[in-house]
């Protein structure tokens, strides 16, 4: 089934680090005469490939990439605002040269700042630098219990603060309620206002000075979640510092030790809270290296300091990409799913690199191909048995058995175990379509009826 055609069309791809979103993204460029836009934070800064894991200009095989390596050391960092806002412009850039923009960087932070226009996501947290906004979640739920508490604690206190949009959820649909609660709790403002003022600016078009300010057009983005297993991910990160140490990261260390010291001297004092500061492996090699300055440690406890550096900057690693997929599934997903917007994000299962091209870069160029020339696409959770299990509503399985259901679709022939299941499938496009032409056909049905069943009308008495 062909669909509208598509206004400003963009790829976006995430997923945690080291499971190759950078190579499906030059995979997808030079399949549809894309550019690659960076949407990773430490990856802006100049210099430092190793400790930021920069693409390569091998790596990058000729695609074009913005937004990569331009930030002096010295400068201030990037907040969300400015890099949607140059972004934004880049994307513009590129269509006009009739090029296709894919966005790709694991600051999902950045990423989600481009796909939702007036998101309460930016309002409430507009300024946050990523590396301590993926802290976010925990940090909310460490400053208000409530959230970590029973369904029922968190609708009755969301009755009080907001009752609109207590009224508006079922009692059991605990992300919902979460999710309001947490919003007035975080902003001190209700979620039913804030929602008003969105639909409030959405009805007048999003419009400054006669210019649409949305970035992304309704409908045309394409979401691929590149996604490995914890142990294989857990084993190919730990590899990857092994590697990155082979290749000079010590030596990168000691070049931003050096250029502390000289800051230093002059009088400069730089905050290394934020910024390039707070990236992994430089911090967890500084001990290290003071104790290498110093010289007056022993050879042995020289060496001991220099494997606890190595140990924790892959566990630091691992972290990370831990905070990454739980920012897509806790933050990204839900949101999406507000948009109805969850057939718009393809999970695809990196696991085994040996099988990159038919697990990874063939689905999405197929899947991409599709989405470009207007046709229908696949559900998401088809394709891959990953995608299946990741995908899959999980909402309100939680829950007491008593609140689960079996409710089948019969223009669909779908059959949904729990609330959450159904109402996605309520508000699926694949749906809404099947319901409309089955009230088509129906009335079409209707109408041929009455004219058959019709008769002249007796002028005897």
């Not at 694949?430 to 041929?448: D, I, P, T, W, Y």
Request: proline share 4%; hydrophobic share 35%.
């Amino acid at each position: 089934m062909a669909r509208n055609p598509l206004r400003d069309p963009l790829l976006v791809v995430l997923g945690a680090t080291g499971t190759g979103k950078s190579q499906l993204a030059v995979d997808l460029a030079k399949r549809f005469d894309g550019e690659i836009i960076n949407g990773d934070a430490m990856q802006m800064y100049d210099g430092l490939p190793i400790i930021t894991n920069k693409i390569t200009v091998e790596e990058q095989q000729g695609i074009p990439h913005h937004l990569l390596g331009f930030i002096a050391l010295d400068e201030e960092p990037w907040r969300v605002g400015l890099f949607k806002k140059k972004a934004g412009q880049i994307m513009k850039e590129i269509r006009s040269r009739g090029r296709l923009p894919i966005v790709v960087g694991g600051t999902h932070y950045y990423t989600q700042s481009l796909l939702f226009d007036h998101s309460l996501l930016s309002e409430q947290a507009e300024g946050e630098e990523q590396y301590n906004a993926e802290f976010l979640n925990e940090e909310i739920v460490e400053r208000f219990p409530v959230l970590s508490g029973p369904t029922e604690i968190m609708i009755e206190r969301l009755k009080e603060v907001d009752p609109v949009m207590a009224d508006r959820w079922h009692p059991k649909d605990r992300r919902k309620i979460r999710r309001s609660l947490e919003i007035f709790l975080t902003t001190g403002k209700k979620a039913s206002e804030l929602y008003a003022e969105q639909k409030e600016r959405k009805l007048h078009g999003n419009v400054e000075n006669g210019t649409s300010t949305s970035v992304v057009g309704d409908g045309s983005t394409l979401l691929f979640w590149v996604h490995a297993e914890s142990e294989a991910l857990k084993r190919r990160l730990d590899s990857r510092v092994d590697k990155m140490l082979n290749a000079g990261l010590l030596e990168e260390v000691k070049s931003m030790e050096l250029y502390l010291s000289r800051e230093s001297q002059t009088g400069v004092k730089v905050d290394r809270t934020r910024g390039i500061w707070v990236s992994i492996g430089w911090k967890e090699f500084e001990p290290y290296l003071k104790a290498l300055e110093t010289g007056t440690a022993s050879r042995i406890d020289l060496k001991k300091l220099y494997e606890l550096s190595i140990d924790q900057t892959k566990a630091a690693t691992r972290q990370y990409a831990k905070r990454q997929v739980r920012w897509i599934r806790l933050t990204l997903i839900p949101a999406l799913s507000d948009e109805n917007a969850l057939d718009k994000i393809y999970l695809l299962d990196g696991t085994d690199i040996s099988q990159w091209t038919e697990a990874v870069s063939e689905p999405a160029i197929n899947v991409t191909a599709r989405f470009l020339e207007g046709s229908e696409l696949p559900p998401p959770q088809e394709m891959s048995e990953a995608a299946q299990q990741i995908l899959a509503p999980t909402d309100g399985l939680d829950e007491k058995p008593d609140v689960w259901f079996r409710q089948e679709c019969e223009v669909c022939h779908m059959v949904a175990v729990n609330d959450v299941q159904w109402q996605t499938h309520l508000k699926s496009r694949r749906h809404r379509a099947l319901v409309k032409k089955k009230q088509k056909n129906e009335a079409s049905g209707r109408s041929s009826n009455l004219k058959d069943e019709s008769v002249p009308v007796s002028n005897t008495p």
